[in-house]
């Protein structure tokens, strides 16, 4: 069944099962889809006629918020295929030389699947971030906790999403697909650091 369609309760359920996946990486996509759908809602809050000015900027954030959560969703089931590969390529016979080549490669090759949807959850936690920052300026201040909220669900994506990739590095024999992806996994101090300072902001602004 797919996540979209699973009930809360259902994937909290095999989250905490004994099972290979879902693990930290759905997690972390599913807090990339929250961030996404929190701001979503923060959006549809401001198409009043009060905010009539910022109304095609509001269309483009609806709009990339709903294709971010979809996005995130499928990276969630991704992440569970992924294992799923791993363990048919590990369960592959190796009693002959050859057999363990074809058994190294496969397992290699789906490492390296494994850790794929890690890495771009990063991306999409940077792309929330960027739109909680426009969202704060512009949005409709009843909400502003809200934007705050997705923040702090895409700070917590990104972190997510980088430890999970991270333990998956050490396995990967594509030494260009690595550099890509440690590249990609050095961005996240700064994603991180873009929603501390956004919530900060906000947590300021709701105090004064």
């Given at each position: 069944m797919p996540?979209?369609?699973?009930?809360i309760?259902?994937?909290?359920?095999?989250?905490a099962a004994?099972v290979?996946a879902?693990?930290?990486a759905?997690?972390a996509?599913l807090?990339?889809?929250?961030a996404?759908?929190?701001?979503?809602?923060?959006?549809?809050?401001?198409t009043?006629?009060?905010?009539?000015?910022?109304?095609?900027t509001?269309?483009?954030?609806?709009?990339?918020?709903?294709?971010?959560?979809g996005?995130?969703l499928?990276?969630?089931?991704a992440?569970e295929?992924?294992?799923?590969?791993?363990i048919?390529?590990?369960?592959l016979?190796?009693g002959?030389?050859?057999?363990?080549?074809?058994?190294?490669?496969?397992?290699?090759r789906?490492?390296?699947?494994?850790?794929?949807?890690?890495?771009?959850v990063?991306?999409?936690?940077r792309?929330?971030?960027?739109?909680a920052?426009?969202l704060?300026?512009?949005?409709?201040?009843?909400v502003?906790?809200?934007?705050?909220?997705a923040a702090?669900?895409?700070?917590?994506a990104?972190?997510?999403a980088r430890?999970?990739?991270?333990?998956?590095l050490?396995?990967?024999?594509?030494?260009?697909?690595?550099?890509?992806?440690?590249?990609?996994?050095g961005?996240?101090?700064?994603?991180?650091?873009r929603?501390?300072?956004l919530?900060a902001?906000?947590?300021?602004?709701?105090?004064?």
């Amino acid at each position: 069944m797919p996540i979209s369609d699973e009930t809360i309760a259902g994937f909290l359920g095999r989250l905490a099962a004994r099972v290979p996946a879902p693990g930290g990486a759905s997690a972390a996509a599913l807090h990339a889809a929250l961030a996404a759908s929190l701001l979503g809602m923060v959006a549809r809050y401001t198409t009043r006629d009060e905010y009539a000015e910022h109304r095609e900027t509001i269309g483009h954030i609806i709009a990339e918020t709903d294709e971010l959560q979809g996005i995130a969703l499928r990276l969630a089931e991704a992440d569970e295929d992924a294992f799923r590969v791993v363990i048919g390529a590990s369960r592959l016979p190796s009693g002959t030389e050859a057999e363990a080549a074809v058994r190294s490669g496969a397992i290699a090759r789906a490492v390296l699947r494994v850790a794929w949807p890690a890495v771009q959850v990063i991306s999409l936690a940077r792309i929330a971030v960027d739109l909680a920052e426009a969202l704060a300026a512009i949005g409709n201040p009843t909400v502003i906790a809200d934007v705050a909220a997705a923040a702090e669900a895409a700070r917590a994506a990104a972190a997510i999403a980088r430890v999970s990739a991270e333990i998956n590095l050490s396995g990967i024999t594509d030494e260009q697909a690595s550099l890509e992806m440690i590249t990609d996994l050095g961005t996240v101090d700064e994603i991180v650091a873009r929603a501390e300072a956004l919530t900060a902001t906000i947590r300021d602004q709701i105090r004064a």
